[in-house]
């Protein structure tokens, strides 16, 4: 039984309002969550409640979101005896009464989500990564997939592709993979110093140098993964793109690139070639969400070759992934809490994915606070893939460190994405 649920406006990595939400049950067991936020949404998330008043933090506060955790929600959960998560989720989800948790907020709902999750499993006696449910995947630990260099949204640079992450694929261990990750960091970081770009960070604590032409940027991590003594490639440290191609898709359906105007058709084109000629073995959001057709010839073209994962079209939602799978998009799925709004769909989706042979890869938000809920989520469902940023920035660092500390515990865990 839960006995107390409350919420308070904290603040994300951005200095942006976010909820933290602080559960009990019966026994003694409290704990709480943090609520991450993204910046290149993808238009069909859950509806993450913003007061607008433009008083208070330029209309971003959550207040009405923390409210709604205080009354409504603490008055339909506390003192009620639900015993599983899934029918917490359920019932949030039949208050709130919406399809896409706008009345409440989908900011409230998970935060009320992942707090029950962890509070269970500390009343199990469990680490959340032993507690949460499978679904046929084995738990393992996720390859780490760290954003060394940010564009797009997410900095203020020329740069439209929004990130460039490195892959210690073939690392044999977490903490090595982690190694892996800090050492191309660090001489990347070197190489732009050297080259006279500026070494400030982005939001997800990757640089965000003066660049504006995405093999200019690859050609750089490609040495910066060499002059760490790593080799470049799946045996290695391989690249994993975001562009976050909805961002810089224009009003005409074509995309922007560098001042270039190019077609859904040329854009799948550079893809092949960056493939061609760099060791990318994975392309997120490579073509906008609308872009359904682009997206089918995009798979057709790419998908034998590299994981083609489907983020702001997907937005963790079970409905549109079964749809997306009936109509051969993507091979990949990008899996973040807040777009569907419960530790529940998560679940669902990521189950759905598994049963049609596509992968997934656990997620961040670019706004985030120090919770580490996404690191056991990765390792319980056995997805092999996890980005949470660089391996920079306190709120990022944290869940590579969870990371380190479950495998320690747990020396029997495979390594390795799936
Ligand atoms: P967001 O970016 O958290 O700002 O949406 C992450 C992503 O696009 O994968
Ligand atoms: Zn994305």
């Not at 777009?339 to 890869?361: D, F, K, N, P, W």
Request: proline share 6%; charged share 20%; with cysteine.
């Amino acid at each position: 039984t839960i006995t107390h649920l409350s919420a308070l406006e904290i603040l994300d990595s951005r200095s942006r309002p976010t909820l933290q939400v602080t559960l009990g049950l019966a026994g003694g067991v409290t704990v709480s969550a943090g609520v991450p936020s993204g910046a290149s949404t993808g238009t069909r998330e859950a509806v993450e409640l913003r007061d607008g008043d433009p008083a208070r933090f330029s209309g971003g506060g959550v207040a009405t979101a923390v409210n709604n955790v205080n009354t409504e929600i603490a008055d339909h959960l506390v003192g009620r005896n639900l015993t599983t998560l899934a029918e917490a989720d359920e019932a949030m989800q039949g208050l709130d009464g919406t399809p896409n948790k706008a009345r409440l907020g989908a900011n409230a709902i998970v935060g009320v989500s992942m707090a029950l999750a962890r509070a269970l499993a500390t009343a199990d006696g469990k680490p959340l990564h032993a507690w949460l449910p499978g679904f046929g995947q084995a738990p393992r630990l996720p390859v780490p997939c760290f954003n060394v260099l940010n564009g797009g949204a997410h900095a203020p640079n020329p740069l439209d592709f929004q990130e460039f992450m490195v892959c210690p694929l073939g690392a044999p261990s977490m903490a090595e993979a982690v190694r892996s990750g800090a050492e191309v960091y660090a001489a990347l970081k070197k190489r732009l110093a050297a080259g006279g770009h500026s070494t400030g960070l982005g939001d997800e604590g990757g640089f965000a140098p003066n660049l504006a032409e995405p093999e200019e940027v690859l050609a750089m991590i490609v040495a910066a993964i060499t002059d760490a003594g790593y080799t470049p490639g799946t045996t290695g440290v391989a690249i994993a793109l975001d562009p976050a191609a909805s961002e810089f898709r224009q009003g005409d359906g074509s995309y922007r690139v560098n001042g270039q105007s190019l077609s859904s058709d040329d854009m799948i084109e550079r893809y092949a070639a960056m493939v061609d000629a760099y060791p990318i073995w994975s392309i997120e959001d490579g073509l906008g969400e609308d872009d359904h057709d682009g997206w089918q010839r995009l798979t057709t073209r790419l998908g034998e070759r590299i994981q083609l994962m489907g983020d702001d079209n997907f937005c963790t939602n079970p409905a549109i992934i079964s749809e997306a799978i009936s109509d051969g998009i993507a091979n990949s799925a990008l899996i973040k809490l807040n777009q569907i709004g419960s530790v529940t769909e998560t679940l669902e989706a990521m189950a759905i994915c598994h049963r049609a042979g596509y992968t997934q890869m656990v997620s961040h938000r670019s706004g985030e606070t120090p919770d580490t809920f996404i690191a056991d989520l990765a390792v319980a469902t056995g997805c092999g893939q996890i980005k949470t940023g660089a391996p920079a920035r306190g709120e990022r660092v944290a869940k590579y460190n969870r990371l380190i500390e479950i495998a320690a515990s747990n020396p029997a865990l495979p390594f390795g994405r799936v």
